[in-house]
């Protein structure tokens, strides 16, 4: 193929070949051939329509932009690598096809605004992903969760024991941040739902287009509201990388959970063995890889967040050739979330809970403590006395290595005169301080009583299907 010439290169002298390899985005946007496409045949439609162009001239660019659609989709779409990127690219190859016709499609547009369309219309999918990502998620979690809502176990504050829970809580506890997480996908989505094109380099064209219209055809809810913000504004692809990072944050910490918990130090659960690795030297070994791999790509996706704010940060309006590096981020986060998911998804699936264990770590540090405590305070002792009456009961039966319910009455007279006085009977702490009473008397909104959690459950699930119909 002849060496393309660049859109700009009329009456000027050729670039320095290796100026031209660092400017060239053309490796990474690539990305953006069907999304450019797209916007073009657009574009081309609204300059028939508005008589900038010939309809004719338009009707016959639409087609040749829809012809090069099937052709990209199929795979089939050669590429030019000379070309300095994918709009360049994109108007060569209609002209080459078209002529005159191929030459006129750029009539109004600026390789800014067309970016920066480009980008949105690549976002929505981006968006998307992470959001059905997430559902999918929260769908396995609410599975395994609504077979464990009495599956005890401790909770845990300053990872030391703190009190009863279960284990279908504890995972609940990951959904309600992961709706949040979708919720900021979903509103940064909202917000990036502008339409760009036709504010040109800067500052507008003078010709006449229909801004509307274009916005209309290609799915945005308006054009964008000032045309300088339009080529300048970054900010979808921030609020994807912020939404993701905080996504990831807390994916992180449920992997640093599943590793803790099928560690054999906690022993909670087992991870299916088509999801961990063994190693290449201790034959006796199963490692947990999909959790360590996922917590560690979050690193990457908050290194492309403090990319994009750095990119941005010292940037005077409105586009500057920096803005360029904003797609390496954006896909990276894209394919690290993409990767992930189906991932995380099939480890969620295969977990297997080892209740006994689970249950048995109860057994010992005293998770119950509180609800003694609770107990005296519901008989009217001020909360305070309750703690220091409990704290010493802990100590008497620490040192004789006891549960708190296996202390006898002259144990409790030693602890505190308060137990006697509140009419605590030893008789019947067995029963208020078992771990399931425990926290099935939390039935509290937000608790951790079986029923709570179920009906918690029944919400989750419905939300995951209305969001998956919208
Ligand atoms: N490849 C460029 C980018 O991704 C396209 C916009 C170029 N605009 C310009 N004025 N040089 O940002």
């Known amino acids: 193929m002849e060496k393309a010439g ?25 990305r953006f051939m069907e999304v450019d496409l797209e916007g073009s045949a657009a574009h081309a439609s609204m300059l028939g329509k508005t008589g900038i ?7 016959s660019l639409v087609d040749a932009i829809l012809e090069m659609l099937e ?14 990127d994918i709009h360049s690219f994109v108007e060569q190859e209609l002209t080459r096809r078209l002529g005159a016709a ?17 980008m949105r219309l690549y976002l929505r999918k981006a968006f998307s992903d992470a959001q059905h990502g997430i559902l999918t998620i929260m769908d396995s979690l609410c599975n395994l969760a609504a077979k464990h809502t009495e599956s005890m176990m401790p909770s845990y504050t300053h990872l030391r024991r703190a009190q009863p829970s279960t284990l279908a809580f504890h995972l609940l506890a990951w959904c309600a941040a992961l709706e949040r997480d979708y919720g900021r996908f979903k509103d940064a989505s909202i917000r990036a739902n502008e339409c760009p094109l036709g504010s040109a380099a800067v500052a507008g064209s003078g010709l006449p287009l229909d801004r509307e219209a274009v916005a209309l055809s290609l799915g945005f809810a308006r054009p964008s509201r000032n045309d300088m913000d339009a080529t300048a504004d970054r900010d979808a692809c921030t609020e994807y990388a912020a939404a993701a990072s905080i996504f990831m944050m807390h994916l992180s910490r449920y992997c640093e959970e599943l590793i803790l918990w099928s560690s054999s130090e906690f022993g909670f659960i087992e991870i299916a063995d088509d999801c961990s690795t063994g190693s290449s030297i201790m034959p006796q070994k199963r490692n947990p890889d999909v959790a360590e791999l996922a917590r ?11 990319e994009l704010l750095t990119i941005q940060k010292g940037l005077p309006l409105a586009y500057n050739r920096d803005l360029q590096a904003d797609k390496e981020a954006v896909f990276g986060i894209h394919d690290s979330l993409n990767s992930l998911f189906p ?38 002792l001020p909360f305070r006395d309750s703690y220091a009456a409990v704290k010493k009961a802990v100590a008497i ?13 002259a144990d409790l007279a030693e602890a505190s005169p308060f137990f ?35 009906e918690e459950i029944d919400r989750l699930k419905a939300f995951v299907k209305a969001c998956r119909m919208e």
């Open 420 to 454: 006697k006085e509140f009419g605590i009977d030893a008789a019947k702490l067995g029963y208020w301080l078992e771990p399931l009473a425990c926290v099935s008397r939390r039935k509290h909104v937000g608790g951790p009583a079986p029923e709570r959690v179920k």
């Open 6 to 30: 660049k859109l700009w290169e009329v009456g000027t002298g050729a670039l320095n070949p290796k100026v031209e390899a660092f400017l060239s985005s053309l490796a990474v946007d690539k």
């Open 397 to 409: 039966a620490d040192s004789k290595k006891l549960r708190l319910k296996e202390l006898d009455n």
């Open 53 to 59: 162009i010939k309809s004719d001239m338009a009707r």
């Open 296 to 306: 560690g790509k979050s690193g990457r996706v908050f290194g492309a967040l403090m």
């Open 343 to 380: 991932a995380f998804v099939a480890l969620i699936n295969g977990l297997k809970p080892k209740t006994a264990n689970m249950a048995k770590a109860l057994d010992t540090g005293f998770a119950e403590a509180t609800d003694l405590a609770d107990l005296l305070t519901s008989k009217g």
């Open 102 to 118: 191929g030459r006129a499609v750029h009539s109004g547009r600026s390789r800014n605004d067309q970016v920066a369309l480009d």
């Open 71 to 84: 052709e990209a989709r199929a795979g089939k779409l050669e590429v030019d690598d000379g070309c300095e």
